[in-house]
């Protein structure tokens, strides 16, 4: 569900998808599929109960939601400050947001840091993101 959500606000801002591409859009769920172009977006996430209630059940989920954009290494800083550039663009369509998308109703997202890195062959690097996101079940 938390997916659908992301996918619906990231793929309908004109800001993120001016930087990942619109058609189509690069922006993808846990893996990025093969001769995908760059830059692209990826993320997963990790789910537990927000709220517990003794005898009752959760009314709310937590999604810890990793994003990392990707990008070839051999494009050096131009690619770099484009991980930059869509990384802020990302972080203003999703820090602290409440509302429905996609039928998907989110009570609440905060911005819980990010790194750089790369993979293991020094092909690609990314920009990661990560984010505390409240969804109303």
Do not use: H
Not at 19 to 28: A, E, K, Y
Request: hydrophobic content about 40%; overall charge negative.
């Amino acid at each position: 569900m938390i997916g659908t959500y992301l996918f619906d606000k990231l793929s309908n801002d004109a800001a993120v998808t001016a930087l990942v591409g619109s058609d189509p859009v690069r922006i993808f769920p846990i893996v990025m599929p093969q001769r995908a172009e760059y830059p692209a977006v990826v993320y997963s996430c990790a789910i537990q109960p927000a709220t517990t209630v003794k005898g009752e059940p959760a009314d709310r989920d937590m999604y810890q939601v990793q994003i990392r954009i990707w990008a070839p290494a051999e494009q050096s800083a131009e690619a770099y400050s484009k991980c930059e550039q869509i990384d802020a663009a990302i972080r203003s369509v999703i820090d602290s947001i409440t509302g429905t998308a996609a039928g998907v109703t989110v009570d609440g997202c905060e911005y819980a840091g990010g790194r750089d890195g790369t993979d293991d062959n020094l092909e690609y690097f990314y920009r990661e993101a990560n984010y505390n996101i409240r969804l109303v079940r």
